[in-house]
C-alpha cells in the first residue's frame, strides 16, 4: 500500500508534550516531512505586567514564568536587581540560595526523567520519579512555604533563614538519594528498551549547537563542556568543586546519559554547601518597597537551570518601576530552531522522545 | 585581548568606552548604521560567535527603541552588549537570521510584540498571538487595563462578574445602615431600662 502524505497536531492535549504547545507534522507514512512549532495557548504576558509594577510587587511573579523550575528565574530577578541597585548579599544567603539552585536542579531532572520515561512508555520510572521529586517538594515546602513556586530568593539575600534541623534532612536526602540514584541506572538509563529508542535518534552536531546558540544538555551532549557554573561563576559556585559531565554522541541517549550525571553532581555540590554553610544574616537592610528605585541602566545576567543557561535581560528608568525584563530561557530557540530541524526524518513515535530530551518549557516562550 | 578589542572599537565605532559592567560582561552603544560592521567584526575577530538574544526597551519618551544584541564567545566566558537606538514608529531594521539562524525567531517575537519590521526576514508571522490588530502589546502605549476594559467581558454566571466599584458602595451603605440599626437598639435598650427602674422605684 502506497504511504499518503497527512497533517497532524502532535499537541496541545497530548501526554508526549512538555505543555501547552503543539507542533503542526507533515507526514509521509510516518516519517516527517516537515514540523511547525505553535504556542499562544497560555500567553500571560508576564514582561508587560512586570513593566507595570514595583520591584517587589514583580517579584512575587517571576517564579510562575516556569513551572517546573521557578528558582532560576527568581535568582535571575534578584542577581539583575541588585546588580542595577549596587547591593550585595552575605555569603550565608549566597550558600542558601546556591542549595536552593541545585535541589531545583535535581527536582527539574527528576521531572524531565518522568517525561523522557513517559515518552517511551516506560511509566514505573515516571512514577518514581515523581515520588521522589516530591521529597524534594517537601524540603522546600518547609524552608519556603510553597512546594511549587518559592518567592524565596529575594532581592537583597533569601527571604527567611534556614528552620533548625533543616541541613540535617538535606543531608538525610543525600544520602538516600545517592543510593536511590543507581535504581534508576537499572530500571531506566542501562534499560535496553531505552537504550534502543534513544542512541542516534535526534543527533545534533556540535558545529550547529554553537552557531545556533542551543544551551545546556544540547551543547553537553555533543561534547562541549558548557556550564554557566562554570563560564561565568555566579554565587560562591566558584568556591565549590564540581564536574560538567559531557558526552559525544548528540543523541537523546547522549544527552539523558549528560542529565544523569549532573545529577550525581548536584549531590557534590549539595554536600559541600551542608558542609560549608557559613553563619550570619540571610538579608541585607533594603530600602522601603515604595522608595526603591532603579537607576537608569541595564544589565544581562544568567544562571545554570536544569535544562542549560537561563538568563534576563533588565533595564531600569530612574523610577520604583522596572522600564523592561526580558526572559531569555532555553525554549525559544530550541522549539522553534532546533525541534523543527530535528525532527524532519524523523518517526513519529519519536516526536515525545526527542521533544522531551531539548528541555522545552512552552511557558518560558509565552512569558 | 580585551583592551584591543575596546581600543578598536572606541576607534572605529563609538563615541565613548566600552562599558565594563562585569569582568564577563560589556556593552557598547553605537549607530544603527555601524551595527552590522561590528557584529561582524567581534564574530570574526574576537571570537563572539553566538548570538544570545536580541532585546528591546521601548523608551517612549525619548521617541526610540534600544534594541541590544547580546554575543558570547566560543568559551562562553565574556558577553558583550551591543546597544543601538532606532526610530520607534515604522521601524525598520535588518535581519539577522541569514547569519544567526536563531535570529529568526527572536526577531519574529519582537515584530510581534513591538511590531518592528525585520526586513528580510521571511518568516515574520504570529507567534503567541492570534489574529492580533491591535498595538503590539509590548509598546509603552499599549494600556491593557484600557483594552481590557474596551474589548473583554466577563462570561456570565462568575461569581466575580460584578461592577467592583458599585458593589463596594452597597457594602459600605449596608455595614452603615447595620451600625446605626445596632446604635438605635442600643439606644432604645437604655431607655427601656431607665423606664423599668422607674416603674420599679414607684412600686
Redesign the interface.
Known amino acids: 500500500m502506497e504511504n499518503k502524505h497527512i497533517t497532524i497536531f502532535h499537541g496541545p492535549q497530548h501526554p508526549g508534550i512538555t505543555g501547552n504547545m503543539s507542533i503542526e507534522l507533515d507526514l509521509l507514512g510516518e516519517t516527517i516531512q516537515k514540523a511547525t512549532t505553535h504556542?499562544?495557548y497560555l500567553?500571560r504576558?508576564f514582561?508587560?505586567?512586570i513593566?507595570?509594577r514595583t520591584v517587589i510587587q514583580a517579584f512575587t511573579i517571576v517564579c510562575r514564568i516556569c513551572v517546573p523550575e521557578p528558582d532560576p528565574n527568581e535568582a535571575n530577578f534578584a542577581m539583575a536587581v541588585e546588580?542595577l541597585a549596587g547591593l550585595e548579599v552575605t555569603p550565608r544567603a549566597q550558600y542558601i540560595r546556591v542549595m536552593v539552585l541545585e535541589l531545583s536542579r535535581l527536582a527539574g531532572q527528576f521531572l524531565w526523567m518522568a517525561g523522557q520515561s513517559g515518552s517511551i512508555g516506560l511509566y514505573a520510572v515516571g512514577q518514581w520519579a515523581i515520588a521522589d521529586r516530591d521529597l524534594i517538594l517537601d524540603l522546600f515546602e518547609e524552608l519556603t512555604g510553597g512546594r511549587v513556586y518559592h518567592m524565596y530568593i529575594y532581592p537583597g539575600g533569601v527571604r527567611r533563614d534556614l528552620p533548625e534541623g533543616f541541613l540535617e534532612k538535606v543531608s538525610s536526602l543525600l544520602v538516600y538519594m545517592k543510593k536511590r540514584l543507581k535504581d534508576y541506572d537499572d530500571i531506566f538509563i542501562n534499560n535496553a528498551s531505552f537504550k534502543n529508542r534513544a542512541i542516534g535518534v535526534g543527533v545534533i552536531s556540535k558545529e550547529e549547537a554553537?552557531?545556533?546558540?542551543y544551551v545546556g544538555q544540547v551543547l553537553r551532549g555533543c561534547d562541549i563542556k558548557?556550564d554557566?557554573r562554570k563560564?561565568?561563576p555566579y554565587l560562591v559556585y566558584d568556591e565549590l568543586e564540581f564536574e560538567v559531565p559531557t558526552q559525544t554522541a548528540g543523541d537523546v541517549y547522549a544527552r539523558a546519559l549528560v542529565r544523569r550525571d549532573e545529577m550525581d553532581q548536584s549531590l557534590h555540590i549539595l554536600e559541600q554547601v551542608v558542609e560549608k554553610m557559613p553563619e550570619g544574616e540571610v538579608m541585607i537592610k533594603m530600602p522601603t518597597h515604595r522608595k526603591f528605585k532603579l537607576p537608569k541602566d541595564?544589565?544581562?545576567v544568567k544562571v545554570e537551570s536544569a535544562r542549560g543557561e537561563f538568563?534576563y535581560?533588565m533595564?531600569g528608568d530612574g523610577s520604583e518601576k522596572i522600564?523592561?525584563m526580558?526572559v531569555?530561557g532555553p525554549s525559544?530557540?530550541h522549539a522553534?530552531?532546533l525541534l523543527e530541524d530535528l525532527l524532519v526524518g524523523a518517526e513519529l513515535s519519536d516526536v515525545a522522545l526527542i521533544m522531551n530530551s531539548l528541555g522545552i518549557c512552552p511557558p518560558e516562550?509565552?512569558r | 585581548m580585551e583592551t584591543i578589542m575596546f581600543k578598536e572599537i572606541k576607534k572605529r565605532f563609538a563615541t565613548y568606552d566600552v562599558e565594563v559592567?562585569?569582568n564577563?560582561?560589556y556593552?557598547v552603544g553605537i549607530k544603527y548604521s555601524r551595527l552590522f560592521e561590528l557584529v561582524h567584526m567581534l564574530r570574526d575577530q574576537y571570537d563572539y560567535?553566538?548570538?544570545?538574544?536580541i532585546?528591546?526597551?521601548?523608551?517612549i519618551e525619548e521617541g526610540h527603541f534600544?534594541l541590544?544584541y547580546?554575543l558570547t564567545t566560543?568559551?562562553?566566558?565574556?558577553?558583550f552588549?551591543i546597544?543601538t537606538m532606532v526610530n520607534r514608529e515604522n521601524t525598520q531594521v535588518e535581519t539577522f537570521s541569514h547569519e544567526?539562524?536563531?535570529a529568526?525567531?527572536?526577531e519574529r517575537?519582537l515584530h510581534e510584540m513591538y511590531g518592528i519590521d525585520f526586513i528580510g526576514n521571511e518568516n515574520l508571522k504570529?507567534?503567541?498571538?492570534?489574529n492580533w490588530v491591535h498595538t503590539p502589546?509590548?509598546r509603552?502605549e499599549?494600556d491593557?487595563l484600557e483594552f481590557v476594559t474596551n474589548h473583554l467581558t466577563f462570561r456570565e454566571g462568575r461569581d466575580d462578574n460584578v461592577d467592583t466599584k458599585a458593589e463596594t458602595k452597597r457594602l459600605r451603605a449596608l455595614k452603615k445602615a447595620a451600625k446605626e440599626a445596632a446604635k438605635k437598639a442600643k439606644e432604645e435598650a437604655e431607655v427601656q431600662k431607665l423606664k423599668d427602674e422607674e416603674v420599679k422605684d414607684g412600686k
Not at chain 1, 210 to 213: D, K, L, R
Not at chain 2, 49 to 53: E, I, M, R, Y
Not at chain 2, 55 to 59: M, R
Open positions: 504556542v499562544g500567553h504576558g514582561e508587560k505586567l513593566e507595570r546588580e554553537i552557531a545556533n546558540g558548557a554557566v563560564d561565568a541595564d544589565t544581562w538568563a535581560y533595564a522600564r523592561r526580558q531569555r525559544l530557540v522553534y530552531t516562550i509565552e | 559592567k562585569r564577563d560582561l556593552k560567535k553566538t548570538l544570545n538574544a532585546t528591546c526597551t521601548d523608551w534600544a541590544t547580546i566560543l568559551d562562553r566566558k565574556h558577553t552588549m546597544q544567526f539562524k536563531q529568526e525567531i527572536m517575537d504570529e507567534l503567541s498571538l492570534e502589546p509590548l509603552r499599549f491593557t
